[in-house]
């Protein structure tokens, strides 16, 4: 039982939404909830604050590049997706469908690499894994409580 509820944990920090049917399905509401969002939360936090260190140090140690500045960006079809993204939806938008669209570790880097200013960003994101946990896990536990 522990190690479901470690795998499902680790599941929904990166894929949140396609974690909590089988979390829903498994556990009973609150245990369901607590592991989803508490998976959630982690997985934001990690991809918000700790992968922009982590890629910082990718790039002195591994590529002996310290200034970002001087690599070459080329323009392909995905990134001008993820610009256009951005500018479609904005910051509301982007904080809205991380959760259920795009994955965390995506909406995470979308926000930190485009939103910089932003010093809520992590409460934002959180509040809006909180909010589709309750309304994923609610509507899954209904769902499948009416059928069976």
């Given at each position: ?45 990690f991809f ?48 809205v469908l ?51």
């Open positions: 039982m522990w190690l479901e509820a470690i795998g499902f944990f680790l599941l929904s920090s990166v894929k949140f939404a396609v974690a909590t049917l089988p979390i829903a399905l498994r556990f009973d509401f609150y245990t369901a909830l607590t592991i989803s969002i508490l998976g959630g939360l982690s997985g934001a936090f918000l604050f700790l992968w922009r260190k982590f890629m910082d140090m990718w790039n002195i140690y591994i590529f002996k590049n310290p200034n970002k500045e001087s690599i070459l960006i080329k323009i392909n079809k995905r990134k001008r997706r993820i610009i256009n993204l951005k500018n479609t939806y904005g910051y509301w938008g982007i904080l991380t959760p259920v669209i795009l994955s965390i570790p995506i909406g995470a880097f979308l926000l930190s690499q485009y939103f910089q200013k932003k010093k809520l960003k992590f409460i934002h994101l959180s509040l809006s894994i909180i909010i589709w946990g309750i309304i994923l896990i609610s509507f899954f536990k209904f769902f499948y409580q009416s059928i069976f």
